[in-house]
């Protein structure tokens, strides 16, 4: 069973471009949860998400950021017109619907942008 | 409000020594508890939890216990080794789905 997958790993990109951040969960898990860490501070909550339904949004950006978690295909978390501040490691989770409070998390990607 | 503050690191420690590293929590509610460790290039994985005041979470070694007095969720193990270098981050979560991290403390064992 293989575990949380997020790709790319890296991504560069110059200010004023789109990153498109994907997970994909692990199998049987249809909750998403998206987290930031900036340099030198812990993961912050960005949005939490089930099939095609968003269901806690409080930590996003109210600007610039989306995230979505289609009935089929990754959950993407996109952000535009990019700024040097969304540098950061952008974290996925998963975890099933009948357990809460357990988490499991991917690799996660680096966003830089120059 | 939630959050969570944590023992800033790095930390060096040499082969065999004891380890604690300090994690204290703000919660409105009443949280469960969690240590995360993560190493080089991978994801956060659970280490421990603890669910209720006065639990105690172990794994591997490593043990922390539920402080509702103190507000308190320290971990400790009695002799680290080199491959318990890594990066760990103290978490609380009340509902299940948003969980607050700490910054994350960066344990390097040496031999």
């Known amino acids: 069973n293989a575990g949380v997958m997020q790709n790319p790993r890296h991504l560069v990109r110059r200010r004023g471009q789109e990153a498109r951040l994907r997970c994909s969960p692990m199998k049987g898990h249809s909750h998403v949860y998206w987290y930031r860490q900036l340099p030198e501070e812990g993961l912050k909550f960005m949005v939490y998400l089930q099939k095609e339904n968003i269901i806690d949004e409080s930590g996003m950006p109210k600007e610039r950021f989306s995230a979505e978690f289609p009935k089929e295909g990754p959950s993407i978390l996109r952000i535009q017109q990019v700024v040097r501040g969304d540098s950061a490691a952008y974290f996925c989770a998963s975890s099933p619907p009948s357990v809460q409070g357990r988490q499991f998390f991917g690799p996660g990607t680096r966003l830089t942008v120059l | 409000g939630n959050s969570v503050t944590q023992m800033e690191g790095p930390v060096t420690l040499s082969e065999e020594a004891f380890l604690t590293i300090n994690c204290t929590y703000t919660?409105?509610?009443?949280?469960?508890l969690f240590w995360y460790v993560q190493y080089p290039g991978e994801g956060l994985q659970l280490l421990l939890k603890?669910?209720?005041?006065?639990d105690k979470g172990s794994n591997k070694g490593f043990e922390a216990t539920y402080r509702k007095e103190t507000t308190s969720f320290h971990l400790e193990k009695g002799s680290v080794q080199v491959s318990d270098s890594a990066v760990y981050f103290c978490a609380l979560s009340e509902t299940g789905n948003q969980f607050y991290f700490g910054t994350g403390t960066s344990l390097t064992v040496i031999p």
């Open positions: 919660a409105t509610g009443y949280p469960s």
């Open positions: 603890a669910t209720k005041a006065d």
